[in-house]
């Protein structure tokens, strides 16, 4: 295994108060999941660190993304069981009123508790966090301006971990009132009665799920000709109609032409697949068309590095996250594709690159085994190759498909969905005997079902190695298992 020339240190930086800048054997610029998940592994592997970070330890995913969102939407979950129970199994039961500052306040309760543990693993760590914006200003020299920073030089490589922002339209500039991104919609304030989304991928959907459960009306407008138009074509359709039995409108294969901001709302102007423009009002606006990087005032050029044309920092060794400047290793959502911009991705290249510059010998990510989830109601979860990708790499593949309804808990569920299970197909007559390749899930709690798909596919297992496998009864995973057992010819309810 080839390992960073630790030896290489530049020349000191002196920073403007005379003092030397200060040794360390690592310095992270980030302090979001794969940031100072990299601090935590390269602390507990005996490296001393410096995490750099200008505001809450965390990241967006704790303080505006992930956690806030996935709590709004256990709330959402509650609101919508209420109605089930009342129009499906005869509970009269009703929600009189969402106080909103409550909900508020529980989610910032949550919040607030995990960025305590956060700081806390952190300083039982010995992990040094310097408040303030980090700058490089060589290929191991790093000067942190705030209160609480510094000048460093890494004796052992520095890591980028800045994460993104939202990506924001031409002329539309989000007041956090009428206009809103991802980052903000969830402080915005108040309930309103209607939600325009800007975006059908993960974040919109979510977004647009959470609002139609507190009695939103709600459309979603997506340029792509489906939702989450990266996952598997079945996934999108099983979505979509689940998103459109709730009531929510959705128009893909359309594309935002124009928005005016009048004092009560918004009137965005949507051009059809067909040409056709019409005109849309809505209380908000919520734009949740991707993110990009956030590298401006970095100094990358101070360490010879620069952005590609989509403002990524690409690595040019992925088996170590390294730069093209040695020592110098990126994570997070810095990384372009393969890389896929989530947390718990992020958490994995920081446990790459932790060890990697520990000197220890650490196994590349998989990218293709770690699993995708979208948390609307319903939900998805898929790990792997879809259909089509398989396909297009000239894979003969054998695919089986089941509805979750075709077993009891599905049924008790009552919201559909699907498993959907991808399988080289090496046998003679086009049997399953290859590889798992991807599987797809669309239903109710499928984010909890998809672990054991996710070690199915990165163990290389074949449908025969899992249909051995017995699932309880009943359960939704039962599904998962009645799937594998048809591909391996031993079908019970399905043939």
Known sequence: MNSTPFTAVEAPVTPASGTAPEETDVIVIGGGTGGYGTALRAAALGLRVVLAERDLV????????????KAMLHAAELVDGIAEARERWGVKATVDAVDWPALVATRGDIVARNHKGVEGHLARAGVRVARGTARLTGTRTVVVEGEGGGAFTARRGIVLATG????????????????????????????????????????????????????????IVEAADRLLPLEDEDVSRHLTRGLKKRGIQVRTGSLLTDTKLPTNGVRATVRTPKGDEVVLTAERLLVA?????????????????????????????????????????????LLPPPSLGLAHASFAEGLLVA?????????????????????????????????????????????????????????????????????????????????????????????????????????????????????????????????????????????
């Not at 970095?298 to 590609?308: F, K, M, P």
């Not at 085994?369 to 000239?394: D, H, I, K």
């Not at 309804?405 to 003679?428: C, E, L």
């Open 58 to 69: 965390g990241g967006t995913c704790l303080h505006r993304g992930c956690v806030p969102s």
């Open 164 to 219: 993104s922002r939202p990506r924001l339209l031409p002329g539309l500039v989000p007041d956090g009132r009428r206009v809103v991104t991802s980052d903000d919609a969830l402080f915005a304030p108040g309930l309103p009665e209607s939600v325009l989304v800007l975006g059908g991928g993960a974040i919109g959907v979510e977004y647009a799920s959470f609002h139609r459960s507190m009695g939103a009306e709600v459309t």
């Open 289 to 333: 068309v991707g993110r990009t990087p956030v590298t401006d005032g970095l100094g990358l050029e101070a360490a010879g590095l620069s952005t590609d044309e989509r403002g990524f920092v690409p690595p040019a060794d992925w088996s170590r996250l390294e730069t093209a400047v040695p020592g110098i290793h990126v994570v997070g959502d």
């Open 355 to 495: 060890e990697t510059l520990a000197g220890i010998p650490s196994r590349p990510v998989d990218y293709a085994a770690v699993p995708r989830v979208t948390y609307s109601s319903p939900q998805t979860a898929s790990v792997g190759l879809t259909e089509a990708e398989a396909r297009a790499r000239g894979i003969e593949v054998k695919v089986n498909s089941m509805p979750l309804t075709a077993v009891a808990k599905g049924m008790v569920h009552g919201q559909g969905g699907i498993v959907k299970v991808v399988a080289a197909a090496d046998g003679a007559g086009g049997e399953a005997t290859g590889a798992v390749l991807g599987v797809h899930l669309v239903g109710p709690h499928v984010s909890e079902m998809i672990a054991e798909s996710q070690l199915i596919v990165a163990w290389d297992a074949e449908p025969s190695d899992v249909a051995q496998h017995v699932h309880a009864h009943p359960t939704l995973s039962e599904a998962v298992g009645e799937t594998f057992l048809t591909l391996a010819g031993r079908g019970l309810h399905q043939h």
